[in-house]
């Protein structure tokens, strides 16, 4: 259920061939194989499907993937020859998650971190060639990618755990706070940043949104405040985006407003299941969960404004959406396209 990371002419993407899980390469104009790389592995249950979650990461001339079992790999963009390879399983003492390791990787400062749980929330390794640098935290890990952030003025990576928000240092990886969170469910939504100091949590399976306000403590330590905290916006895995003090997305299904500044849901119109989205300026395109069509729409504080919508796929369709110039890449867990749409 990733998605394709684009960098020039080449989209990269994980699937799932047979036993192996396979990191694939394409031309971006002709959907023509560039190269592929291949690590035995297969996930699959009768609910979360098969094959591996995570979208790529790239940075400069390197490829950073995460299995769904667990395997993490940096890979050449040309070529894609691996240089390295690590099972965060055995280095964190973990067991594969029910829905299988589906963030993506974060690198940062000379590092890729991932998260991992076991006996390590978040571990970091090397990305010139692969030691593990450092790994800190208890919690048990969740679905969601660790986010690098800027809370009043603190540099810092913030990952959903098990019944709690968990940040760390960015540089040695010390836990700065942690903050309750969830229902033991799993949590799998990006936070949004909102401001200096400010920054927005949503989760499905009754939980809910919250606004938590940092500043430092008498001791120089962040302390989380939540401001507000409001159960009729539930962002399960898909991922809402900010805009202008509203965040706009799915929740439970349904594409919603929601104002940061009250809590309040200002509307809830359109039932897109559980696809992804992405803003383009004023504009958001918009993937039904089923069947795979593409939606258009141009949302206000007002309403949703649906503009138009095209038939992609005929079955569900969970992977995030790449936009690359006027080519948007969509895919799901058995086809691939590449739409070429109309831009000012």
């Not at 190269?35 to 609910?47: A, E, F, L, Q, V």
């Not at 383009?280 to 069509?293: F, T």
């Not at 095209?310 to 992977?319: E, G, H, I, Q």
Request: aromatic letters at 10%; proline letters at 7%.
């Amino acid at each position: 259920w990733g998605g394709f990371a684009i960098v020039g002419d080449r989209p990269v993407t994980q699937e799932q061939e047979g036993e192996n899980e396979s990191v694939v390469c394409y031309e971006l104009t002709t959907g023509k194989p560039l190269w592929k790389t291949t690590n035995p592995g297969r996930y699959s249950t009768s609910i979360a499907g098969t094959g591996p979650r995570s979208t790529p990461t790239i940075v400069g001339d390197r490829v950073y993937t995460l299995g769904a079992l667990g395997t993490l790999r940096c890979l050449d963009l040309a070529t894609g020859q691996p240089h390295w390879t690590r099972d965060i399983k055995s280095d964190a003492g973990a067991s594969v998650p029910e829905w299988g390791f589906a963030s993506s990787p974060l690198v940062h400062d000379g590092m890729v971190i991932v998260s991992a749980g076991g006996s390590k929330s978040l571990l970091a390794y090397r990305t010139d060639n692969g030691e593990l640098a450092w790994g800190t935290g208890t919690r048990p890990a969740n679905y969601g990618s660790p986010t690098l952030l800027t809370l009043a003025g603190r540099p810092q990576i913030l990952a959903f755990n098990s019944h709690a928000i968990t940040a760390h240092d960015a540089s040695s990886g010390e836990v700065l706070w942690e903050h309750p969170w969830g229902k033991g469910m799993p949590q799998a939504s990006r936070p949004i940043p909102f401001g200096q100091n400010r920054v927005l949590f949503s989760s499905g399976y009754g939980v809910g949104s919250g606004l938590l306000e940092f500043a430092p403590g008498a001791d120089g330590k962040l302390t989380p405040k939540e401001l507000w905290k409001t159960i009729r916006f539930q962002a399960k895995f898909s991922n809402p985006v900010e805009r202008d003090g509203y965040v706009y997305g799915v929740s439970d299904g349904i594409f919603a407003c929601l104002s940061l500044a009250d809590g309040k849901v200002k509307w809830k119109d359109g039932r897109y299941g559980h696809g992804q989205g992405l803003l383009i300026g004023d504009l958001y395109l918009q993937m039904r969960e089923e069947p795979g069509e593409l939606v258009l729409l141009r949302p206000t504080p007002e309403a949703a404004n649906e503009l138009g919508r095209f038939r992609v796929f005929d079955a569900k369709t969970w992977n995030p959406i790449a936009l690359s110039g006027d080519l948007l890449l969509v895919r799901n867990d058995q086809e691939a396209a590449c739409i070429r749409i109309p831009v000012k």
